[in-house]
């Protein structure tokens, strides 16, 4: 097999292309957000569409639904032609304009955008509102449905920012799975205190959903035989009733406060932990410190005996964000000739935001593979030495 036959890298075509999507989609939601911010007041996009304020109304309106009436839904050469604006105007966004400075060709371009993407958002309230809807009996102290509400708008204006005309799909088919993700996402991020990995929380969500269903068909409370079969007979879902009491738990369990009062109308009410037996010892506090000393000082004795080399030893300090005691003084030459400690690299690496190993790429001035690559070689070497003591 003649080695030019080979692709150059295949196994990153993918991410590739997945990374190239991802940029596509931010720029689209930058190229939208940026004009309709700067242009939604015009007076052109104020005679073209429905003025904005109407849209706080409809959020605040007793019967949203039936006030939404008032506005006709799009057809489908309609949905066309707005969608082509709206093209047009991230096609010119793209070629680096200056919003501040526009022709008047370039202008009228960026109007239409606004113009078509706020009459496609309000014109499709009435599909976020009913959606928001069908979730209202999830509703809850952290999650009211006004907040489900705000989180439907939001996956419908992030539907409008992503959809393509030319697949040949209507906009509210597409539009709806954006909604329902973007609900479904934020109950299972802001209404729990310990968040649920998100497919159990889905499936929590389908079968409270048959449940509640289940209950009103009975017109009484079903039994836990009823509800499994009812469950693998509509949901495709085989469960135990074991598994179902655990995956129900799991879901209605949240926290609670040790500061909760007992009688929340007294502002003088004891505590829920003035009530809990406090086993610790006095001396617990002197107890951690020493402990702690005690292991930072098995650290930097495991370390020190492996055999590594100092800038191993930084990289897997600063991975693991050990404390200089653990690592000891040591000194490190970067890239440019430069020295540096382990407690001044400590101190600098408390006040960056970026990944770990890109951190300490930065700090060491080599590339951010090479660090991963010495980091596992310096584990290992650890991990064989305390194997053979």
């Given at each position: 097999?003649?080695?030019?036959?080979?692709?150059?890298?295949?196994?990153?075509?993918?991410?590739?292309?997945?990374?190239?999507?991802?940029?596509?989609?931010?720029?689209?939601?930058?190229?939208?957000?940026?004009?309709?911010?700067?242009?939604?007041?015009?007076?052109?996009?104020?005679?073209?569409?429905?003025?904005?304020?109407?849209?706080?109304?409809?959020?605040?309106?007793?019967?949203?639904?039936?006030?939404?009436?008032?506005?006709?839904?799009?057809?489908?050469?309609?949905?066309?032609?707005?969608?082509?604006?709206?093209?047009?105007?991230?096609?010119?966004?793209?070629?680096?304009?200056?919003?501040?400075?526009?022709?008047?060709?370039?202008?009228?371009?960026?109007?239409?955008?606004?113009?078509?993407?706020?009459?496609?958002?309000?014109?499709?309230?009435?599909?976020?509102?009913?959606?928001?809807?069908?979730?209202?009996?999830?509703?809850?102290?952290?999650?009211?449905?006004?907040?489900?509400?705000?989180?439907?708008?939001?996956?419908?204006?992030?539907?409008?920012?992503?959809?393509?005309?030319?697949?040949?799909?209507?906009?509210?088919?597409?539009?709806?799975?954006?909604?329902?993700?973007?609900i479904t996402r934020s109950i299972g991020n802001q209404s729990r205190q310990i968040r649920l990995p998100m497919h159990?929380?889905?499936?929590?969500?389908?079968?409270?959903?048959?449940?509640?269903?289940?209950?009103?068909?009975?017109?009484?409370?079903?039994?836990?035989?009823?509800?499994?079969?009812?469950?693998?007979?509509?949901?495709n879902e085989k469960m135990t009733s074991d598994e179902y009491h655990a995956l129900m738990k799991d879901g209605k369990?949240?926290?609670?406060?040790?500061?909760?009062?007992?009688?929340?109308?007294?502002s003088d009410s004891q505590e829920l932990m003035d009530f809990i037996k406090d086993n610790a010892d006095l001396n617990?506090?002197?107890?951690?410190?020493?402990?702690?000393?005690?292991?930072?000082?098995?650290?930097?004795?495991?370390?020190?005996?492996?055999?590594?080399?100092?800038?191993?030893?930084?990289?897997?300090?600063?991975?693991?964000?050990?404390?200089?005691?653990?690592?000891?003084?040591?000194?490190?030459?970067?890239?440019?000739?430069?020295?540096?400690?382990?407690?001044?690299?400590?101190?600098?690496?408390?006040?960056?935001?970026?990944?770990?190993?890109?951190?300490?790429?930065?700090?060491?001035?080599?590339?951010?593979?090479?660090?991963?690559?010495?980091?596992?070689?310096?584990?290992?070497?650890?991990?064989?030495?305390?194997?053979?003591?």
């Amino acid at each position: 097999m003649n080695i030019d036959d080979v692709p150059s890298n295949p196994p990153h075509t993918a991410i590739n292309e997945k990374e190239e999507k991802t940029l596509e989609y931010e720029l689209r939601d930058a190229a939208i957000i940026d004009m309709v911010k700067k242009f939604k007041d015009h007076p052109y996009v104020q005679r073209a569409i429905i003025n904005q304020s109407s849209t706080i109304n409809i959020r605040r309106a007793k019967d949203p639904i039936n006030t939404l009436q008032q506005f006709e839904l799009l057809s489908a050469k309609d949905e066309k032609e707005l969608f082509g604006y709206i093209e047009k105007g991230i096609v010119l966004y793209k070629s680096g304009i200056n919003l501040d400075n526009l022709s008047e060709t370039e202008m009228q371009t960026v109007l239409d955008l606004v113009a078509s993407r706020q009459t496609i958002y309000i014109t499709n309230l009435r599909l976020a509102i009913h959606y928001s809807n069908r979730y209202k009996y999830l509703q809850s102290g952290a999650m009211t449905f006004d907040d489900i509400v705000e989180e439907s708008i939001i996956g419908l204006g992030e539907a409008i920012s992503r959809f393509n005309i030319s697949m040949g799909n209507k906009f509210s088919t597409f539009a709806v799975n954006y909604i329902k993700k973007q609900i479904t996402r934020s109950i299972g991020n802001q209404s729990r205190q310990i968040r649920l990995p998100m497919h159990r929380h889905q499936k929590f969500l389908k079968i409270r959903q048959c449940v509640k269903g289940l209950e009103s068909s009975l017109d009484r409370e079903p039994t836990d035989d009823e509800i499994v079969s009812y469950i693998e007979e509509n949901v495709n879902e085989k469960m135990t009733s074991d598994e179902y009491h655990a995956l129900m738990k799991d879901g209605k369990t949240d926290l609670i406060s040790l500061n909760k009062k007992i009688s929340p109308s007294d502002s003088d009410s004891q505590e829920l932990m003035d009530f809990i037996k406090d086993n610790a010892d006095l001396n617990s506090d002197i107890d951690t410190m020493i402990n702690e000393e005690s292991r930072q000082g098995e650290i930097n004795q495991i370390i020190n005996r492996s055999g590594i080399n100092d800038r191993t030893k930084m990289i897997i300090g600063l991975y693991f964000g050990l404390n200089p005691e653990a690592i000891g003084n040591i000194t490190v030459e970067t890239s440019n000739g430069t020295q540096i400690t382990y407690e001044q690299a400590f101190l600098v690496m408390k006040t960056w935001k970026k990944s770990t190993l890109e951190r300490i790429s930065s700090l060491l001035g080599i590339t951010r593979e090479r660090v991963r690559q010495i980091k596992l070689s310096g584990l290992i070497r650890i991990q064989n030495h305390a194997l053979k003591q």
